[in-house]
């Protein structure tokens, strides 16, 4: 059994993370899993509230019941209970008959984040269904924009949140050290963004730091993101009732569960989560959106491209309490 549970804790490991920090520790107690929010890899100046390191181990909770499931367990799970010494969550399994969606295991480990162009094909209106199907979560809302007349807006929050981020050097500093430039790098940290999995070549580091220093301009990194968006199918965001870490948690539920079901329809999906994660612009798509408490927080470009090579991930037993 010991065995088996460190199966279903790789599955969990292979979820998307904010620059691929795998914020996460798993330990096994009995017939329970905690997962444990790993404060040491937080990102400080993109993620200050810490609200994406909490999706990040939603992303891994989901993975980690789907894969549970998958071997006949059902899973309860426990948001932070007072009775563990460390903030975590309890996903206590139990052999029995659950119901299942085999296309969200299976493909766990071909999810990626697609960091290419995308071809503009729309998607068909059933697989839409089929994603917005899967998204339930408490408190969690799922908006899909596939009308340019929905996404131009978007599109100028994205410019804007882009050119603050790399106007401030303390954020392309935090990026850069999360980089890999090249495959040494890549296969010795074992996280981290894969330079080729951002559609780059592999360079030595110190000539990569010197690109992203000198020759990457805001302006100009913000023109890249709405070409990208405009040669997508569409714009997805997810929105959290309540702004708490279990809501955050919920939403990588959520997210998760999505982007499994749209990788199992050959639908690729990347991240677009600059208004999302700069405060000041978050506040006017709030608005926009005709938000009050709720918050924005997760939006990704959807659409059809080849897959890119991944970035990669820690053995298991380097997470492990």
């Known amino acids: 059994m010991e065995n088996q549970f460190k199966e279903i804790i ?4 292979l979820a998307p993370s904010g620059h691929n ?21 937080r990102l400080k100046v993109v993620d200050p509230d810490d609200h994406a390191l909490f ?51 299976n493909t766990i480990p071909n999810r990626q984040a697609t960091r290419s162009k995308y071809d ?51 954020f392309v500093n935090e990026l850069i050290s999360w980089i ?8 010795t940290s074992s996280d981290g963004l894969n330079s080729a999995s951002m559609g780059l070549p592999y360079v030595p580091t110190w000539f990569g730091r010197f690109i992203l220093n000198n020759l990457v301009t805001p302006n100009g990194e913000a023109n890249k993101c709405e070409r990208l ?5 569409g714009v997805a965001l997810f929105i959290a009732e309540s702004n708490d870490k279990q809501s955050w948690i919920n939403v990588g539920r959520s997210f998760e569960r999505v982007v499994l079901k749209a990788t199992s329809l050959n639908i690729k999906h990347a991240h677009m989560n600059m208004p999302c994660e700069e405060i000041e612009i978050r506040t006017k798509f709030q608005k926009h959106l005709g938000l ?11 659409g059809y491209s080849n897959p890119m090579p991944k970035s990669y991930r820690r053995p298991v037993e380097e997470v492990m309490v």
């Open 21 to 41: 920090t795998q914020p996460w520790k798993f330990s096994i107690k009995d017939n329970s899993f905690l997962i444990y929010p790993d404060y040491s890899r």
């Open 10 to 13: 790789y599955y969990a490991t």
């Open 180 to 187: 890999r430039f090249n495959k040494k790098d890549a296969l």
């Open 120 to 170: 503009g094909r729309p998607i068909p209106p059933e697989d839409l269904e089929k994603l917005k199907k899967v998204s339930h979560q408490d408190k969690v809302s799922f908006i899909l924009f596939t009308e340019q007349r929905e996404i131009e807006p978007i599109i100028e929050f994205v410019k804007e949140g882009n050119v603050l981020q790399f106007r401030n050097k303390s």
């Open 55 to 105: 999706i990040s181990i939603g992303c891994a909770l989901e993975n980690l019941i789907i894969a549970a499931n998958h071997m006949g367990y059902s899973a309860k799970v426990e948001y932070f209970p007072p009775t563990e010494e460390k903030d975590c969550i309890k996903i206590t399994i139990n052999k029995d008959k659950v119901e299942i969606d085999p296309a969200l295991f």
């Open 229 to 233: 968006i405009r040669g997508s199918s």
């Open 292 to 302: 009050k408490d709720e918050q924005p927080l997760l939006l990704l470009r959807i």
